[in-house]
């Protein structure tokens, strides 16, 4: 290995510690951030109004309209996923998505770019559109095994 060599696994090991440590700490931190209640049915109303359902189906809703894009660019939103999204993670899907792209990128478009195709909706959507949103999207994630956390419990989703 050499020095430049070195430099650069230092370096990425750097960033690495720097992403696990520097979410939960620090004035851009997350931590303390909660939405009030939303009401699923006006999210499936924005869900459809904002055209989400060109590119989206909900896992469970064949009711929906359907998608316009081509059968291999659908992402399917919702089902049997081996981790349940988070709020937090489902607003980041929606205002930040080229952030981290979901598992569920089409693969063809994925090898393109590592920008996501959705458009921003940034300018258009009020928050309470997106709280509510995102109260709709939430529940339709599934976890496959059996949830043992005790929030899961309590909150009897
Ligand atoms: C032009 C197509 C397109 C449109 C329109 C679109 N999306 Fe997406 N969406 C994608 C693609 C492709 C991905 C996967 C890549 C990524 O993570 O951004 C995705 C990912 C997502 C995810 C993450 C899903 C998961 O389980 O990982 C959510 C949530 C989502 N979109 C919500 C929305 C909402 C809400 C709207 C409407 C405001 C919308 N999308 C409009 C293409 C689209």
């Given at each position: 290995m050499?020095?430049?060599t070195r430099w650069l696994m230092?370096?990425?090991l750097?960033?690495?510690?720097l992403l696990a440590t520097g979410c939960d700490r620090?004035?851009?931190s997350v931590r303390g951030f909660v939405l009030p209640e939303g009401s699923a049915q006006r999210g499936e109303q924005v869900f459809v109004g904002m055209k989400c359902t060109a590119c989206h189906r909900v896992d469970g809703l064949p009711s929906l309209p359907a998608p316009t894009v081509a059968a291999d660019r659908v992402v399917v939103i919702g089902g049997e996923v081996a981790r349940v999204k988070s709020y937090g993670q489902l607003l980041?899907?929606?205002?930040h998505p080229s952030l981290e792209l979901s598992s569920k990128m089409p693969r063809e478009l994925a090898q393109k770019s590592s920008v996501s195709p959705m458009?921003?909706?940034?300018d258009q959507l009020t928050v309470m559109q997106l709280i509510?949103?995102?109260?709709f999207l939430q529940p339709q994630y599934r976890k496959l095994e059996?949830?043992?956390e005790p929030y899961y419990t309590m909150t009897g989703m």
């Open positions: 050499n020095a430049h230092g370096l990425a750097g960033i690495v510690a620090g004035p851009k980041t899907a929606i205002i458009p921003s909706v940034n509510d949103l995102v109260t059996p949830l043992y």
